[in-house]
Structure formats: C-alpha cells, structure tokens
Nanobody
C-alpha cells in the first residue's frame, strides 16, 4: 500500500511562486512514474507534469516554461516548482504514482489559489 501526502499549496498573488511536495510511503517510489494533476472547479482533472523513474519529464502546454517537476528518490518525494503563477492556475493539485503491474495511487490534493 502506498500513501501520497501533498503539501505546499496556498494563496499566492499572480506572478508569484509556490513549490508543491508529495511524499510517498512504501518501496515502489523509485521504480514508479510520478505526476502532478490539477482540477479546477467545474472542470475535469488534467495533467500538469509527469516524471519517469529515470527522470524524463513531460509537461502540459499550460505548464511549459513556468513549472518544473523533479524528484528525490532518497526522500521518496516529488516536487512541482511553479513560477509566474496565473489566476487560471487556481485548482486542487493532486499527486499521482503510476507504478509497476498497473498500480496507481492518488494523493488527497492540495489547494492552490492565485489571486489577480
């Protein structure tokens, strides 16, 4: 069983920065792909960024150039550094673990609110 605990959300002004963290329990973190997703009110959950076990990254167009995903396998933690935040980035951000044998886990989410 894997538990994912996000932290780092909050209220920030437009143009500001936040760093989200997601700490994973268990032993499959280092062999799993990790991702950040977000869901704004009234909208579907969408991909923000992913990072493979080897460190290859992928970003949604909305995140390119502003967000950076990274991981620390020694700490079982994945990060999302967000800069130049916009009001449209306001959402609940979820951490995702995509592991071997189809294992998939989600965190409880952390709220990010960007004021204009």
């Amino acid at each position: 069983q894997v538990q994912l605990v996000e932290s780092g959300g909050g209220l920030v002004q437009a143009g500001g920065s936040l760093r989200l963290s997601c700490a994973a329990s268990g032993s499959i973190f280092r062999i799993s792909s990790m991702g950040w997703y977000r869901q704004a009110p009234g909208k579907q959950r969408e991909l923000v960024a992913t990072i493979t076990s080897r460190g290859s990254t992928n970003y949604a167009d909305s995140a390119k150039g502003r967000f950076t995903i990274s991981r620390d396998n020694d700490k079982n933690t994945v990060y999302l550094q967000m800069s130049s935040l916009k009001p449209e980035d306001t959402a609940v951000y979820y951490c995702n673990l995509n592991g071997p044998f189809g294992l998939e886990y989600w965190g409880q989410g952390t709220q990010v609110t960007v004021s204009s």
